[in-house]
């Protein structure tokens, strides 16, 4: 039937979406069969849809944007609070970590691009960095090439509040960073051989959600809204 069409071309869209295929995504949304069909609105999901389109097209064609971060973030709530896939979510909040610091990074204009003008995300463009931190962070086996901690370190030396705070918040004894990093590197989705429950979830759901809001400030709750999937009551 039309209908049984219908919500198997909305649940292609929103899979496609859930594995990060962001295009495949907008391309069906898109579809006039999608964004004119008259059961949006029955449904009460027009709204919805087109706050999801917005954000698709935004992360579509830009790799580094606010919507990005929080798109993440509510794909990890979606890991841990419907699947209880709590390693899946611990990753995902881990990316957020990490993708924040290549948002700041990358509006410096300070990655490596490849042939084709790509960035080049665990590489720093060392030309550009100040004369007094080329040598910090060429040498050794780093040559440029960054890590999660090393990326905050970087900006904190170039006087991002972010950075500053992440480092020393790092450098702390009784570190709330670094045991969250711990737990995250000693799961089984990293590179040891625990389990990650609730309660590690939920520490660094926090954790994240703090630097996100560092970075989104009062737009986090509006980016939100948009980057949640429509809830179908049929």
């Known amino acids: 039937c039309s209908k049984c069409k219908f919500l198997s071309q909305l649940s292609t869209a929103y899979s496609a979406w859930d594995k990060f295929n962001l295009q495949k995504a907008l391309e069906i949304l898109n579809k006039k069969e999608i964004s004119g069909n008259k059961l949006l609105a029955k449904w009460g999901i027009k709204k919805r849809i087109e706050l999801n389109k917005q954000v698709l097209h935004k992360e579509v064609n ?137 309660n590690c979830y939920n520490k660094f759901r926090d954790l994240a959600l703090e630097y996100i809001k560092k970075i989104t400030q009062n737009d986090f709750e509006r980016i939100r809204e948009c980057c949640r999937f429509p809830i179908l009551k049929i």
């Not at 611990?90 to 990358?106: D, G, K, M």
């Not at 990655?111 to 100040?130: A, E, F, H």
């Not at 890590?147 to 970087?154: A, E, I, K, R």
Request: charged share 35%; glycine share 6%.
């Open 62 to 198: 830009n790799k580094f944007c606010l919507e990005r971060m929080v798109d993440l973030f509510e794909n990890a709530q979606r890991r841990a609070e419907i699947e209880k896939k709590y390693d899946d979510a611990v990753a995902r909040l881990y990316r957020i970590l990490e993708y924040i610091a290549q948002y700041l990074i990358s509006k410096k204009n300070l990655y490596s691009r490849d042939n084709n003008g790509n960035v080049l995300t665990d590489s720093i463009d060392l030309g550009k960095l100040p004369e007094d931190l080329r040598e910090k962070y060429s040498s050794g086996s780093r040559d440029g090439k960054m890590s999660l901690v090393d990326d905050y370190f970087l900006l904190a030396d170039l006087g991002e509040e972010v950075g500053k705070e992440f480092v020393k918040v790092f450098n702390e004894k009784e570190s709330i960073i670094k045991r969250n990093l711990e737990l995250r590197n000693k799961s089984i989705l990293a590179h040891g051989f625990n389990p990650v429950d609730e």
